[in-house]
């Protein structure tokens, strides 16, 4: 006998638990830490799934990447290649993480549909593990840097700075995961933005000191093109560090004023929209 199944509708798919509020969204799923590192690991074992040495694939493109730019530019700058090598991987670094967040941010719940239609979950959930598994790969492109460094500078390898590393990766993570959450559902809306942050961060690539030093640039280009520069701050926090420098008191202090402003921000978003994240999608 056969058995007539109810059309799929909104009405009757189990979307997420609406009742709860944007804020308990946000910590529920920052608790529930074993499903969002679970969703990004399995993301990147399905990315280079059949592959010999999967995510490292990133890895070697982004050390034949630095090489050749770094010899170049040593050339055309008047550098030494031992000192401006190690800078550019660890700018590059810091920079594929930042930027790699906000390039699969406009997709995160596209991507994520069937789990948002198929089980009760928190929106949340899908931002954290995009920001977990790009951590992921930067712990895989880090070890381009650490070989660079070993080869020109091994005796800035480990220096005590380099403790510093850890805050500076936090709070780089903690304001990459606002910017997700708050382009996530900007680009839901919209889906054209999607292309124009992909241009856009082409360009701000070549206007953010990754390349080329700070110091070089004349006092009023330095207030725009580095102090006005979000991403100029995001790069220092882990660059210094990797490099042997302390980052100055400033860095610290507007990379937390950004956190604060932009999760705020991020928040009254997040609860203004949330309820229509599954009609957009």
Known sequence: MAVNNPPISLSNINLVPLEISAGQD??????????????????????????????FWNSISLAVFVVTLGVVGAGLW???????????????????????????????????????FQIRCNYSLLIYALVYRNFIVFLHNLLVFIMISLFFQPDK???????????????VLANCAWIVLLLSMICLRFRDLQ????????????????????????????????????????????????LGRLPEPSIYAIALLVAVSGWTLAYFTFCRFRRRIPYWI
């Open 195 to 242: 292309q124009l942050i992909t241009s856009l961060i082409q360009i701000l690539m070549f206007i953010t000191p990754i390349i080329w030093m700070p110091d070089s640039l004349p006092a009023e280009s330095r207030t725009f093109f580095v102090e006005g520069n979000p991403f100029y701050y995001f790069i220092e926090l882990v660059r210094a560090p990797l």
């Open 78 to 116: 008047k550098l030494e290649l031992e000192g401006y090598l190690p800078y550019v991987a660890a700018g590059m670094v810091v920079w594929i993480l930042v930027t790699a967040m906000l390039t699969e941010a406009g997709g995160v719940f596209i991507s994520g549909s069937s789990l948002i």
């Open 157 to 171: 390898i480990i220096t005590p700075a380099l403790i510093l590393l850890i805050p500076g990766v936090f709070l």
């Open 26 to 55: 946000l910590v529920q799923g920052l608790k529930n830490w074993r499903t969002w590192t679970h969703l990004g690991w399995s993301e990147i074992k399905r990315r280079y799934r059949r592959t010999v040495i999967g995510p």
